[in-house]
Structure formats: C-alpha cells, structure tokens
C-alpha cells in the first residue's frame, strides 16, 4: 500500500530535549517536505526536498533540521524543542510537481 | 509573496445540496493547483490536482476548475453527504513551494 508514515503519532516532551520525526515513504517519490499546522495559521512548510542531499528551508524553518540521506527517509530534528514548537507536524511526499500524499501526523507537545 | 484565501471559512448545508467552495490566490504564475480533504485529527488527501494548462479536473461528485488569470479556483461537491464533512484545503504551487490556503470547514446535515 502506497503511504507515508510517521512516527511518533504522538510526543509530549520537555524544552531542550532533542527529538526526531521520523518520515518514510514507499512511493519512490523525490519530493519530501513538513509541514506543521496550527489554529489561525494553517499549514506552513518547515523544509522541503527535491531529492537525495537536496534540502532547502520553508516559510519557517527555525528550529528545526532535516536531512535526506536516503529518497525513502526526511526525519525532522528538532536540536532544543522549545513550547512555541508545539504543533501538529505533518510530512508530505510526491513526484516533482504531482500529487502531494500525507502522513496521518505527528502531534508534538513541548512543555 | 503568494498569498491563498478561502471562502467562505465555514460552511453548514443540508444533505443533497450542491455547494461551491472558493480559493483564490494573488500570483498566478503557479505549477499547478491542489484540492484536499482534511478530517479531524488526521492527515490530507489530496482531492483533485490540476495542472497549469488545465482548466478543471473531476473525481466524482467533485469538479475542480482553475483560472489563472482571474487568480481563482474553485470545487464543486454536487448532492452533498454527510460524509462529505470535513475541512476542504486548497494550495498552490510554485517555484518549489506549495501554500496553503486556511481552508472551508463543511459540515453537511441530514
């Protein structure tokens, strides 16, 4: 079954531990990105990448890192999770200009 | 900077109605354009892609159109479900970013 999956589902976790989201696809897609959503604001794009060692910021990367080492995998790292982090994280994949497949989501609290 | 609006931001009908949900967006040098559906507490699924030099898309009880250069689209949901609650997002594409719009939250009642 073709997906993306992330995991955890769900973190709480506390300011300054480091954490990753993991993102994996089996699509063979090129394109990787996050996003995180939040009341009032909608879905914003964290990172996004065109393909392997390729990676590039969105509208609001601070905070966050991402590599893609390999075309399956775009974990999302957060180095020093702080509250402001808190969010619902999403990750997206699909071939270049074509149909964007999500991942169920990650809720993140960070306390 | 593209900007993406959707109206209206709330939409409540009864079963069986034929119902129009609005996205425009301010740059229309845009790859393509993306309807999708979001459920509460989960992910996206993409509805209906159209692509620059389209004009619309079906699937269904849905039907997509695109205006580029009036900065428009919108979906169609023809005889609308109860099913069909949900929150209704559309994005655009463009030189490598994808921005989404606020989205239309449906609720469709017996």
């Known amino acids: 079954e073709a997906q993306v999956t992330q995991n955890p589902r769900y973190l709480i976790t506390v300011t300054g531990k480091k954490l990753t989201v993991t993102c994996s696809q089996n699509?063979?897609?090129?394109?990787m990105s996050w996003y995180r959503q939040d009341p009032g604001l909608g879905l914003r794009q964290i990172y996004y990448?065109?393909?392997?060692?390729?990676?590039d910021k969105g509208d609001v990367p601070e905070g966050y890192k991402v590599s893609r080492k390999e075309k399956r995998n775009f974990p999302l790292i957060l180095e020093s999770p702080s509250p402001n982090q808190t969010s619902l994280y999403f990750c997206a994949s699909s071939l270049i200009l074509g149909e964007l497949f999500f991942g169920e989501g990650s809720r993140l609290t960070v306390l | 900077k593209q900007e993406v609006t959707q109206i209206p931001a709330a939409l409540s009908v009864p079963e069986g109605e034929n119902l129009v949900l609005n996205c425009s967006f301010t740059d229309s040098a845009i790859y393509n354009l993306q309807w999708f559906r979001q459920d509460p507490g989960k992910g996206l699924t993409s509805l209906l892609l159209i692509q620059s030099s389209q004009r619309e898309q079906t699937s269904g009880r849905l039907n997509a159109s695109l205006d580029k250069s009036s900065g428009r689209s919108t979906l169609y949901i023809a005889a609308s479900q109860p099913g069909d609650s949900a929150t209704y997002l559309c994005?655009?594409?463009?030189?490598?970013?994808?921005?989404f719009g606020t989205g239309t939250r449906l609720q469709v009642f017996p």
């Open positions: 994005a655009s594409e463009s030189t490598d970013k994808l921005i």
């Open positions: 990448s065109m393909n392997v060692e390729v990676t």
């Open positions: 699509m063979n897609h090129e394109y």
